[in-house]
């Protein structure tokens, strides 16, 4: 749970005659987030993962996602996060921090958390948990789906350890260039503009072949 309290610099902030964009976003996504539910998908992997680990304390669950959604939201590396939550009153403010008490999780850190992620497919769970309070709350039109691929170029170069490209990416041609990589095929409610559903291939996959998986995952 992210601390209410507020702290003097709270106090001093909240005399601004004017809230950033930046302030106004995270204040939507912080009322609008299930944060216990989407907590709870994460918990059974990231405290089995911590299970007969030494060292510094596990950093809470809620910090650390709300740290990850920031470094998502914003195209942040690990270590640009870290630097923008010093550097940010908003992004601070959203993570609940007190710098009085606590610092900011380092990079390593969400590396770690990021990784436990993918390892568990929990990016898919949180997802769908997040489209069915969209859904109960009738914040989706039901007006049909948008579906679009975007191109995620990788190096195609063979010179690392292994000698060879990555198995999971392909080549493919758009207009008259070619590219190597993968393919993010994304659908949208068409009354709303949310995302309800993500998919990702190699470059290679035809759009209308993801078309029909996108489109389902309502």
Known sequence: MVSEQPSFTDVEYGNRRRVSRREQFLETMNATIPWARLVALIEPFYYADRAGKR?????????????????????????????????????????????????????????????LLEEH???????AAQNEV???NGWIMRGGSIIDATIIAAPSSTKNATGTRDPEMH????????????????????????????????????????AVQAGARR
């Open 171 to 210: 080549q493919t041609k758009k207009g008259n260039q070619w590219y190597f990589g993968m393919k993010a095929h994304i659908g949208v409610d068409a009354g709303t503009g949310y995302i309800h559903a993500v998919t990702a291939t190699a470059a290679n996959v035809h759009d209308l072949d993801e």
């Open 55 to 115: 060292g510094r304390k596990a950093k809470p669950v809620e910090t650390m996602l709300r740290m990850y959604l920031l470094q998502v939201w914003f195209s942040l590396s690990d270590e640009g996060v870290e630097d923008a939550v010093y550097d940010s009153y908003a992004m601070r403010r959203f993570l609940g921090l007190d710098f009085a008490v606590e610092q900011v999780p380092d990079a390593t850190t969400l590396l770690h958390f990021r990784h």
């Open 134 to 136: 969209f859904d109960a």
């Open 121 to 127: 497919h929990v990016g898919e769970k949180l997802l």
